[in-house]
């Protein structure tokens, strides 16, 4: 079992920057993949940013050149910088990690891109 908790959400103005951080723990030593989804109000959750545990990266064509996923030294740790950020970004972000193929996720954390 992986238990995620992410951070870093919150209100920010259009162009703004935010950080969202999530820890993982327990089996993480068989964590394949982290990454990032967001889900707005009435739409599907929706991939935003991956990272393997090779460090290969992937992005949504949306987040692409403002958004940048990367992982911590301890490789529990993923981290989602989020730059010149848009109204359209404004969604729950929900961290995931594959481990045997079986996805886990995190609690979710808001982020509002608002004037």
């Known amino acids: 079992q992986v238990q995620l908790v992410e951070s870093g959400g919150g209100l920010v103005q259009p162009g703004g920057s935010l950080r969202l951080s999530c820890v993982a723990s327990?089996?993480?030593?068989?964590?394949?993949?982290m990454g990032w989804y967001r889900q707005a109000p009435g739409k599907q959750r929706d991939l935003v940013a991956r990272i393997t545990s090779g460090g290969s990266t992937s992005y949504a064509d949306s987040v692409k050149g403002r958004f940048t996923i990367s992982r911590g030294n301890a490789k529990n740790t993923v981290y989602l910088q989020m730059n010149s950020l848009k109204p359209e970004d404004t969604a729950v972000y929900y961290c995931?990690?594959?481990?045997?193929?079986?996805?886990?996720w995190g609690q979710g954390t808001q982020v509002t891109v608002s004037s």
């Open positions: 327990g089996n993480i030593f068989s964590i394949y993949t």
């Open positions: 995931n990690a594959v481990v045997m193929g079986v996805s886990h």
